[in-house]
C-alpha cells in the first residue's frame, strides 16, 4: 500500500511498475495561476497558435498593464504571462474573454492542439490542419466530459509534411495525400477519412479517458496508461460512427522546424530564448491577413502578404525588432526555463547563462532536474547542478543519455548539438 504524499509529480510501486499518480495535474492556465517566486503565472492556450490582430494586441496590453511587460512562448505554441499582481488575474480573464480567446471557461487548460504552422502556406501540406484543429476545439468546448482531460493532453495534427508527427501527441492526425488521415493514440493506427479527422481526435480522448479510469493509475498522458493497457480506437470510432480501417505506418517523412525566413507570402520569425517584450510582440503588428499562427519553436508565422518584397521588408523590420530571422543564426533552437530569480526551484539563472553553440540539434537550459519545457526528441539538456556549473547531455526520443564535456561551455554545446561525444559535466 501507497504512503500518503505530497502533491508532487508521481508516485510508483517499486522499480518497473508503472506510475500512479494520485491527484490532478496542477498544469497553470489562464484562469488557474501558479505562484511563482516572481508573482502569478499565468498559460493561455491558443488552438494551433491561432490569433487575430486584435487579439495579439489584447495580450501585448495585458503584459504591460497587468504582468511583467514580456511574453513567453511554450513548447505548443501557447503563451505565459508572469509577475502577475494579487487581483490582476480577474482582470486578466476579462480581458481574454472579451477577445474571445475563452470561449469555454470549464474547457480553457484542454484545448492543447498543435497543427503544422505552414499548412495552406506553401503548398507541401497534404490537407489544410489549421481548418481540422478549429472544428476539434470546437468540438472539445462543446462537450461536458472533455473537462476531465488533463491540461498536459496533447493533440498533434500533421498535414503530412511530418512537423508535427515527432512532438509527442498523445492523439494525432496525419493527413494522407488520398483525402484521408491517420489517427494514433498510442496504439495501432488507424486511417479515417479527412473529413472525420476531428471527430475521430475527439473520439480517441474519449477513450483514452476510459483506459485511465480502468487503469485506476490516474495518467494524465496515452503514454502512463500502465502495460498492457490501450486506447482502444477502433471501439470508439466505430461508436462515433466514424469508418476507419487499419493503417500501416504514416510515411511521413520527421521534419525539423521550419526556419526563418519568407515562405511564399508569408514570413517566419522565432522569438530568442521564446521571450519577447510587448514592444517586440507589437512589432508582429499589423497582420496583413488578420492571423498570427504562435508555433511550437517559440516562433511566429505571419501569412498573407500583398507579394515576396512586402514579406521581405517586413522580415528586416522584425529583425530589426529583435526577432531570428536568419536561418543561420546559432541562437534557433535555444531555449530555457524561467530560471532564478523567477522560480524558486532553479539553481541558476539559466536565461543569462545561455550561449547559442553551433550545430543542429536543438538544445535547453534548465535550472533544476525538472526541466520544464524541453523539446521532444533529440536534444541537447543543459543543466544546471548549483555550484556554478552545467551538466551537457545529448539525450534521445528514447530517453538515453550521452554526457558531453568539451573546455568552456560554450565548446561543450556546440560539440553536444553536432555529435554524441562522451565524457561528463562541462564547465561555466
Not at 22 to 42: E, K, N, T, Y
Not at 104 to 126: F, M, Y
Not at 314 to 336: C, K, N
Amino acid at each position: 500500500m501507497l504512503a500518503a504524499m505530497p502533491p508532487t509529480r508521481a508516485t510508483s510501486t517499486n522499480k518497473g511498475e508503472s506510475l500512479i499518480r494520485d491527484r490532478g495535474d496542477a498544469c497553470p492556465g489562464a484562469l488557474r495561476p501558479h505562484l511563482a517566486d516572481d508573482g502569478a503565472l499565468v498559460r493561455l492556450r491558443l488552438p494551433a497558435g491561432l490569433l487575430t490582430g486584435h487579439q495579439a494586441a489584447v495580450l501585448a496590453d495585458a503584459a504591460e498593464r497587468l504582468a511583467d511587460g514580456a511574453l513567453s512562448v511554450t513548447s505548443r505554441g501557447n503563451v505565459e504571462l508572469r509577475g502577475l499582481a494579487d487581483g490582476c488575474v480577474s482582470a486578466l480573464a476579462a480581458l481574454l474573454t472579451d477577445a474571445g480567446l475563452l470561449p469555454s471557461g470549464r474547457h480553457e487548460r484542454i484545448r492543447n492542439i498543435v497543427a503544422s504552422p505552414l499548412a495552406g502556406l506553401d503548398g507541401l501540406g497534404r490537407a489544410d490542419v489549421q481548418l481540422w484543429a478549429r472544428e476539434l476545439d470546437g468540438l472539445l468546448c462543446a462537450r461536458e466530459w472533455t473537462a476531465a482531460l488533463s491540461g498536459r493532453f496533447l493533440f498533434a495534427l500533421d498535414d503530412g509534411r511530418g512537423d508535427m508527427a515527432g512532438l509527442g501527441g498523445d492523439v494525432t492526425l496525419i493527413a494522407e495525400s488520398d483525402g484521408t488521415a491517420v489517427v494514433r493514440a498510442g496504439g495501432p493506427a488507424l486511417r479515417v477519412a479527412a473529413a472525420d479527422a476531428p471527430r475521430a481526435a475527439l473520439a480517441a480522448a474519449g477513450a483514452f479517458l476510459a483506459a485511465a479510469r480502468e487503469a485506476g493509475n490516474g495518467a494524465w498522458r496515452v503514454r502512463e496508461l500502465p502495460d498492457g493497457r490501450r486506447v482502444d480506437l477502433a471501439a470508439a470510432l466505430e461508436e462515433a460512427g466514424v469508418a476507419a480501417t487499419p493503417a500501416e505506418p504514416s510515411t511521413a517523412p520527421r521534419a525539423t522546424p521550419h526556419p526563418p525566413g519568407v515562405t511564399g507570402r508569408a514570413v517566419a520569425v522565432s522569438a530568442p530564448l521564446g521571450r519577447v517584450t510587448a514592444a517586440q510582440w507589437r512589432a508582429l503588428l499589423p497582420l496583413p491577413a488578420d492571423e498570427l499562427r504562435v508555433t511550437p519553436w517559440r516562433g511566429f508565422v505571419l501569412p498573407g502578404f500583398a507579394d515576396a518584397g512586402a514579406a521581405r521588408d517586413r522580415l528586416a523590420a522584425l529583425a530589426g525588432a529583435g526577432f531570428l530571422t536568419d536561418p543561420a543564426s546559432p541562437w534557433l533552437g535555444v531555449g530555457a526555463c524561467t530560471g532564478r530569480p523567477g522560480c524558486a526551484k532553479s539553481l541558476a539563472d539559466v536565461r543569462a547563462d545561455a550561449v547559442p553553440g553551433l550545430g543542429g540539434l536543438p538544445v535547453h537550459w534548465s535550472g533544476c532536474e525538472r526541466r520544464c519545457g524541453h523539446p521532444r526528441g533529440d536534444w541537447v539538456d543543459v543543466l544546471a547542478t548549483g555550484d556554478g556549473r552545467y551538466e551537457v547531455t545529448v539525450r534521445t526520443s528514447g530517453g538515453h543519455g550521452t554526457p558531453v564535456r568539451g573546455g568552456t561551455l560554450t565548446e561543450a554545446v556546440s560539440t553536444a548539438r553536432t555529435t554524441s561525444a562522451t565524457t561528463p559535466t562541462a564547465t561555466k
